[in-house]
């Protein structure tokens, strides 16, 4: 009784699935989504709850979203609110949703509570700026440009193929 041992040759998944991304922290799994996106820390709760600018101002500061803010004002864009607009008097991140002002449910005592609305439901029609703000939006739109992402525009190409 004798073995026989044939030797293969190590099989490279490399080459042969093509390179795959391996980080561990991502995941398709909609569990494991759903668990990340209701136990996030405020922090990342406050990129979660952006919303995006309105044409106007989407041109004049050359960027689509912004995350929400109290002050500015927004218009609802969808649900059974659609249309109505007014200034943001809170962003409620334990429940990731905005309070705005004119939009309250009348109790049957008599009192008014504000009604929440999703900020991906909303667009903001004025911003709140500040100098730390006018900053974030000077940040995304430096990241944004050619330059800083080390692309070559057809000028400096031609000018590097006319030095060879």
Do not use: W
Not at 32 to 55: G, Q, Y
Not at 98 to 105: A, P, Y
Request: hydrophobic content about 30%; aromatic content about 4%; charged content about 30%.
């Amino acid at each position: 009784s004798c073995i026989l041992a044939i030797a293969l040759p190590p099989i490279d998944r490399q080459t042969e699935l093509g390179t795959m991304k391996r980080n561990p922290n991502v995941s398709s799994s909609r569990r494991k989504n759903r668990k990340r996106h209701f136990t996030a820390p405020s922090s990342a709760r406050r990129m979660i709850m952006s919303a995006h600018l309105s044409k106007e101002l989407r041109e004049k500061h050359n960027i689509r979203s912004l995350p929400i803010r109290k002050g500015d004002e927004v218009q609802v864009i969808t649900g059974s609110y659609k249309e109505r607009e007014g200034k943001v008097t809170s962003v409620y991140r334990k429940k990731f949703v905005v309070h705005i002002e004119r939009l309250q449910f009348e109790k049957k005592d008599g009192s008014s509570v504000p009604i929440g609305v999703h900020p991906s439901n909303v667009q903001i029609t004025k911003l709140s700026l500040s100098k730390d703000r006018q900053a974030l939006i000077d940040r995304k739109v430096a990241g944004y440009s050619a330059d800083a992402k080390g692309k070559h525009s057809g000028a400096s190409v031609d000018a590097m193929n006319t030095q060879d």
